[in-house]
Structures are given as structure tokens and as C-alpha cells.
């Protein structure tokens, strides 16, 4: 079992940062890929970011490419940075994990999930 928890939402100006931690436990995640989603009330939970621990290659969707990084360290932890926040990416974050070596953008596809840290951009 893998435990994951967010952190670092808020509420911010548009043009603002914010950066997002997802610590796990239970499990070193050496073996999974970490994926950032957001789900904004009404709409379906979306992809934003991926990192495969092994390797650490990473893959973000297109509304963030350029604004978003993803990255982890060696506490078990993975984070968003997030730069030029606008008010469209207001929502729930959540960070899941699947044990593979491969990303997804695929919610379905993750086998953990937190329970999600809210991010707030006003205009």
C-alpha cells in the first residue's frame, strides 16, 4: 500500500506561483510513475504532469507545458511547480501512483491516490 498526501494549495493571483507537494509513504516509489490530475468542480479529473521515478522522465499536458515542472527528490516526494497560474487552473489537485515503469495520463490507470490539495487563481 502506498499512502499519498498533498500539500501547498492555495489561493493566489493570477500570473502567481504556487508549488505542490505529494509526500508517500508505505512504499519507496522507486518503482512507479507519479502523476499530477486536477478536477475542477463540474468537470472530469484531467491530466497535468507525470514523472516516472526510475529515470525521472516526465510528461505534461499541453495547457501547462511551459508553466508547470515536475520533479521529486530522495525524501519519497514528489512536487509541481507551477508558474504563471491562471484562473483556468483553478481546482482540486490530486497526485496518483501506478507501479509501473511507464507514465499515464490515464486517471483509471493509477492504482493510489491522494486526497487532493485545492488550488485557488484569482483574476
Known amino acids: 500500500q502506498v499512502q499519498l498526501v498533498e500539500s501547498g494549495g492555495g489561493l493566489v493571483q493570477a500570473g502567481g506561483s504556487l508549488r505542490l507537494s505529494c509526500a508517500a509513504s508505505?512504499?519507496?516509489?522507486?518503482?512507479?510513475?507519479v502523476g499530477w490530475f486536477r478536477q475542477a468542480p463540474g468537470k472530469e479529473r484531467e491530466f497535468v504532469a507525470t514523472?516516472?521515478?526510475?529515470?525521472?522522465?516526465t510528461g505534461y499536458a499541453d495547457s501547462v507545458k511551459g508553466r508547470f515542472t515536475v520533479s521529486r527528490d530522495n525524501t519519497n516526494t514528489v512536487y509541481l511547480q507551477m508558474n504563471s497560474l491562471k484562473p483556468e487552473d483553478t481546482a482540486v489537485y490530486y497526485c496518483?501512483?501506478?507501479?509501473?515503469?511507464?507514465?499515464?495520463?490515464?486517471?483509471?490507470?493509477?492504482?493510489?491516490w491522494g486526497r487532493g490539495t485545492q488550488v485557488t487563481v484569482s483574476s
Open positions: 508505505g512504499r519507496t516509489l522507486s518503482s512507479y510513475a
Open positions: 514523472i516516472v521515478w526510475a529515470g525521472g522522465s
Open positions: 496518483g501512483a501506478r507501479q509501473r515503469y511507464r507514465s499515464s495520463g490515464v486517471a483509471q490507470s493509477y492504482d493510489y
